[in-house]
């Protein structure tokens, strides 16, 4: 598999982020990198001069950033790919580089509209949609697991952000070690703690977002969470909305429930559970 | 006159540059970066919280620093002081940052122009394929880890809040900790000098760096060749913020310590080539980065070296290259204490304030160097945010007296990939210049 690394509006972010990948010289050796720019010997409008000419076109064409609405060259490369992934939330759905720029949008998004860089019905030549792998940056093993499968002959089934199910179909609250504290409604009243659950005052996104964050881990050690840091959902389109580090309540029930729960089932159950909550649970323990 | 546009690889973002050649002598050059992406007004009216997401984002390769100065700005502006605890931890997060940047930018970005010029040298470092690249990818992935301990991942955590840290750290993350280290020394006295530790030690006090064998002796051996021990030197003016390891002052014919006084900052206006603004201390361009902060600290190493060769290409690299050591060694020294307050609370302020006012500065050494920020806070909201970055000071263009730093360090070479290699040992980030 020819892979060709692309990068736009970025902050070099997904790229450090796939270096993290801890068995990257195996890795070279199954996948054949044609060019990265910040890691190739060459300059890309050399790289890409040289691409065209040797008319054998890209296998993976990975673009990383934001792009503008009227870029031809990208338009042009993602057209003689077999694949195409955009990796990162930039890539994706145009994200913090957009908020203040009109002309700034991802490959099929802008935010939630389908106002991307390329055309609704956009095919690869192997007939796949782009592939969206979102988050900021996205975990290496979501990068190098979606290629590997690519690589194997396999084509990942995609949610309707077009984000392969394998790592996008479970909520980041998944694994969280915070879990229990959830279950019981016994929240984080200060951060810098181990306990309590940071939904219902410092923001957490976790049972709003869709990641694998808390089960494939980061750096193969922890996660926002587990750091005591609440989820801030990046990757959703809608990242990074405003007030991040707070829980918008009205009458103290969340503005925002966790997907899938009713109003009416979630103050039901908030307050039975709360009534009942382990008392290990409570206090700093 | 002949005039030459070049685009650059492997250099963080996109840039370009300019070579206007005479003679076959680089007469002028300009650093040209575009694409800004606008990150300071997309934190105008935004709770002051929020930066602590959005700032580190500014970039993918020294986004905890952007954090760190985002949190120490913060604090300033209301008021606040970390723990002991927190204040540790963060010394260290940031520190490894630093170090996976400074053995990426060696080994994958340095390294590599070297192959253009010896061709026996890409086994070793030769991008995807050369066995060294593998290794260097490898410990940097390791130090990445480090932090992630500490900060749940890397790149953008958002661990650092006003008066402390989200995590609650215990001696397993610190024996860990102290496990990537010592594999971090290996890598550093087996690949990097090729020599026992005590025997690096003593050269470190003689200053020998002669003796420097590994990649750093194969480094100074092809600079030796190439005539790059005296090349691209600036105007020998080295600027530190000061923190981490290293004090603060600046270089001017000698060290001074001092801080910095933040009146006597100033971001000019940027000239139509550039979308970054040049940045000058009392009036004059200074370099920040590695090669500061070592003479800040007084290595003694650096110091001979740059004695004999000022501010050229070798001493700045060779100046990063060897701060692998000085921070570890400070990073040891630091988990000592924090075993002393690891009972400690991690933040003295569990609960941030949704309301305050106040201006204030966060000043903090990144890889690169020092990189500022300021903020203006009313009733809780971003009134103003301003950043200065390391690469506006090293990379940043001319004004009406000086040129910009790499720019006059590229001025009388003879070869364009010279020139290249120059400009990237100043370690060009557009995606910071271009916040």
Redesign the interface.
């Given at each position: 598999m020819r892979v060709f690394w692309l990068?736009r509006?970025?902050?070099?972010?997904?790229?450090?982020?796939f270096?993290?990948?801890?068995s990257?010289?195996i890795l070279?050796k199954r996948l054949e990198?044609l060019y990265?720019?910040?890691?190739?010997?060459?300059?890309?409008?050399?790289a890409v001069e040289e691409l065209i000419k040797s008319g054998e076109g890209i296998d993976i064409l990975i673009v990383e950033g934001a792009v503008r609405t009227d870029e031809v060259e990208t338009r042009e490369l993602c057209k003689i790919a077999k694949y195409v992934i955009a990796v990162g939330n930039c890539a994706v759905y145009g994200n913090?580089?957009a908020?203040?720029?009109e002309t700034v949008c991802g490959l099929s998004y802008r935010f939630k509209e389908r106002k991307g860089l390329l055309d609704e019905g956009f095919k690869s030549r192997s007939g796949m949609p782009v592939i969206n792998l979102s988050g900021?940056?996205a975990h290496p093993e979501w990068i190098v697991g979606t290629m590997l499968m690519l690589a194997e002959g396999i084509k990942p089934e995609l949610d309707q952000w077009g984000r392969p199910k394998e790592f996008y179909s479970s909520l980041t609250h998944w694994g969280c070690t915070r879990n229990e504290y959830f279950e019981w409604k016994v929240e984080a009243?200060?951060?810098?703690?181990?306990r309590g659950c940071l939904f219902y005052?410092f923001g957490c996104r976790g049972p709003l977002s869709y990641s694998s964050?808390n089960t494939i881990l980061?750096?193969?050690?922890?996660?926002?969470?587990?750091?005591?840091?609440p989820c801030?959902g990046?990757t959703e389109y809608d990242f990074?909305r405003?007030?991040?580090?707070?829980t918008k309540q009205y009458a103290g029930i969340p503005a925002e429930l966790p997907i899938g729960v009713s109003k009416r089932g979630y103050i039901m159950l908030s307050g039975i559970a709360k009534m009942f909550a382990p008392e290990r649970l409570k206090g700093e323990g | 006159m002949k005039v030459e546009n070049?685009?650059?690889?492997?250099?963080?973002?996109?840039a370009r540059l300019e070579l206007f050649w005479k003679d076959g002598i680089i007469e002028d050059a300009k650093v040209c970066i575009a694409?800004v992406?606008?990150?300071e007004?997309?934190l105008v009216g935004?709770?002051y919280?929020?930066a602590?997401?959005?700032t580190p984002?500014?970039?993918?390769?020294c986004?905890h620093a952007h954090l760190i100065a985002s949190v120490k700005a913060i604090e300033d502006a209301l008021g606040i002081k970390p723990t002991e605890k927190a204040r540790l931890v963060r010394n260290i997060t940031q520190s490894l940052e630093v170090l996976q940047n400074h053995v990426?930018w060696f080994y994958?970005?340095m390294m590599?122009d070297f192959?253009?010029l010896e061709e026996r040298l890409r086994g070793l470092y030769?991008?995807?394929?050369g066995e060294r690249w593998?290794s260097a990818?490898?410990i940097?992935?390791r130090i990445?880890?480090g932090?992630?301990?500490?900060?749940?991942?890397?790149?953008?955590?958002?661990?650092a809040?006003p008066g402390?840290?989200?995590?609650?750290p215990s001696v397993k993350e610190l024996t860990?900790l102290r496990q990537i280290l010592l594999e971090l020394k290996h890598f550093f006295l087996s690949y990097v000098v090729g020599m026992e530790e005590a025997e690096f030690v003593k050269c470190l006090k003689e200053g020998s760096w002669r003796k420097l064998n590994g990649d750093a002796g194969l480094f100074l051996e092809l600079c030796h060749r190439e005539g790059l021990l005296t090349l691209g030197s600036s105007y020998n003016r080295l600027i530190s913020g000061g923190g981490l390891y290293a004090p603060c002052g600046y270089f001017m014919k000698k060290v001074v310590h001092g801080r910095l006084k933040v009146d006597q900052i100033e971001e000019l206006n940027a000239p139509s080539y550039s979308g970054a603004k040049p940045v000058r201390y009392r009036g004059m361009p200074f370099e920040t980065g590695p090669l500061a902060r070592q003479l800040m600290s007084g290595n003694l190493m650096v110091k001979s070296m740059h004695r004999e060769f000022r501010d050229s290409f070798a001493v700045r690299v060779l100046a990063r290259v060897l701060e692998v050591w000085s921070i570890a060694e400070a990073i040891e020294l630091w988990i000592e204490r924090l075993k002393e307050v690891l009972h400690e609370?991690?933040?003295s302020l569990?609960?941030?304030p949704?309301k305050a006012t106040g201006i204030g500065y966060g000043i903090v050494e990144a890889a690169r160097g020092t990189l500022i920020h300021r903020i203006s806070v009313r009733n809780g909201n971003i009134q103003d945010y301003a950043i200065i970055t390391p690469s506006q000071w090293n990379l940043g263009p001319r004004c009406e007296n000086f040129l910009g730093v790499a720019e006059k360090a590229m001025v009388g070479l003879k070869s364009k990939l010279h020139a290249q290699m120059v400009l990237r040992s100043f370690d060009l980030c557009s995606?910071c210049t271009t916040h």
């Open positions: 990068q509006l970025t902050c070099c972010g997904n790229t450090h982020s270096l993290n990948y801890e990257l010289h070279s990198f990265h720019p910040s890691l190739s010997l060459k300059a890309q409008e050399e913090i580089p908020l203040a720029d900021c940056p009243e200060e951060l810098g703690s181990k005052h964050c980061w750096n193969g050690v922890s996660s926002k969470t587990r750091a005591g840091t801030f990046c990074p405003l007030g991040l580090w707070e | 070049l685009e650059l690889p492997r250099v963080e973002g996109e694409s992406r606008g990150i007004r997309v935004r709770h919280m929020d602590l997401v959005i984002r500014v970039c993918g390769i986004g990426k994958l970005f590599p192959i253009l030769e991008p995807f394929k593998h990818i490898r940097a992935s990445t880890m932090i992630a301990l500490f900060s749940g991942q890397w790149p953008h955590s958002s661990y809040i402390g840290i989200t995590s609650e860990s609370k991690s933040t569990g609960r941030f949704s995606v």
